[in-house]
C-alpha cells in the first residue's frame, strides 16, 4: 500500500483491474485504488484512535466516527471489499494493547458478513463478535464465504466469542431493472429488532463489556443499491447520531413470532440453540 502515492495513472488502473478478479483468500479483491488511498486511510484510522483516546479520557461518553468504511473485509495482510484496513479490528486491538479495557463487544450490521473482523478475533476471548448480515446458501452474496454461517462460533480461548445472524430467505430478490437486486422485502425492521432482543442484546447483558463498537455499514438499508446511498445514509446517519445524543430510549414494539417472517424462524431458533451453549441468557 505504501508504494501506491508513487505509481503513475496507468500503473494504478491495472492493478485495480487486477483486484476485480474472482474472490481469492489468498489476494487483494474488490479494491479501487487512487494516489490517495493509502494517506487517507491512515487519517481515518488515526481519527478512528483519537476518538478512543478521547473516550477513555472522560471526553466524550459516545461517538459517531465518520470514517471510511469500518473495514470489516479486511484483515492483517489483505485489503477486500471496498476495505483497505481494517478500522474497528485496529481500534479494538489498540484498546486492548493499551490496556484501556478487557473486554470489548463488536456489533457488525452491515448487509456483508465481516470475514476480515471474525478472522482477526476468531480465537480471541477478549473481543466478542455479533454480526447481523445477508447470508445465501449458494454463497452469492458478497463475500461468499462459508464461514458466515451461524455454527461458527470461535475456536481455542475464542470459542462462544463469534455469533453469526444469517438473514437468509431463499425467495427471489426484488431486482432493480436496470442494475442490481436491491433487497429482500420479507426481511426489514421487525425482524431485525426481533434479533436485537432474543439474540444480540441478552448475550451483550451476559457479556458485560468494558466497550462497544459498531461496524455501522448503512447498506442493509432500503433503497441502498450497492453500498452508497446519499439519501438513505444520510436518514440512517442521523437516527444513530440521535440515539446516541439522545437521554430517552425509543418506543419498541412488543414482537411476537407471528409478526416475523416465517422463513426467518427457524434460522433464528437454531442460532438460540447454537449459541445457548457458551451463553446462559439464550438457555430459556
Avoid at 261 to 267: E, V
Wanted: net charge negative.
Amino acid at each position: 500500500m505504501e508504494t501506491i502515492p508513487k505509481l503513475n495513472e496507468d500503473q494504478l488502473k491495472a492493478l485495480t483491474a487486477k483486484f476485480q478478479s474472482k474472490w481469492s483468500t489468498e489476494t487483494y479483491h474488490e479494491i479501487f485504488l487512487n494516489h490517495d488511498s493509502w494517506p487517507v486511510s491512515k487519517l481515518a484510522t488515526g481519527g478512528l484512535l483519537q476518538t478512543i483516546d478521547d473516550l477513555f479520557a472522560g471526553h466524550i461518553d459516545n461517538a459517531f466516527a465518520i470514517v471510511r468504511p469500518p473495514g470489516h473485509h479486511a484483515n492483517s495482510c489483505l485489503s477486500k471489499g471496498f476495505c483497505v484496513v481494517n478500522n474497528v479490528a485496529i481500534g479494538a486491538k489498540y484498546v486492548l494493547e493499551k490496556g484501556l479495557a478487557k473486554k470489548i463487544l463488536i456489533v457488525d450490521w452491515d448487509v456483508h458478513h465481516g470475514n476480515g473482523t471474525q478472522e482477526l478475533f476468531y480465537n480471541d476471548d477478549r473481543v466478542l463478535y455479533i454480526s447481523t448480515h445477508r447470508h445465501e446458501e449458494d454463497f452469492s452474496h458478497y463475500p461468499g464465504l462459508p464461514i458466515s454461517g451461524y455454527t461458527y462460533c470461535g475456536e481455542g480461548k475464542g470459542l462462544g466469542y463469534n455469533v453469526n445472524i444469517p438473514f437468509q430467505a431463499n425467495l427471489p430478490l426484488i431486482l432493480d431493472p436496470n442494475f442490481v437486486p436491491l433487497r429482500r422485502p420479507e426481511i426489514g425492521d421487525n425482524e431485525m429488532l426481533y434479533v436485537f432482543h432474543n439474540i444480540i442484546l441478552p448475550i451483550a447483558h451476559e457479556y458485560q463489556p468494558d466497550l462497544v463498537l459498531v461496524s455501522s455499514g448503512f447498506d442493509a438499508s432500503d433503497g441502498d443499491l450497492v453500498g452508497y446511498n446519499w439519501e438513505s445514509n444520510a436518514k440512517c446517519g442521523e437516527a444513530v447520531a440521535r440515539a446516541l445524543l439522545s437521554t430517552e430510549t425509543p418506543p419498541v414494539p412488543d414482537l411476537k413470532e407471528t409478526d416475523i417472517y416465517s422463513g426467518l424462524l427457524p434460522t433464528v431458533k437454531e442460532i438460540i440453540k447454537t449459541q445457548s451453549k457458551y451463553w446462559k441468557s439464550l438457555g430459556n
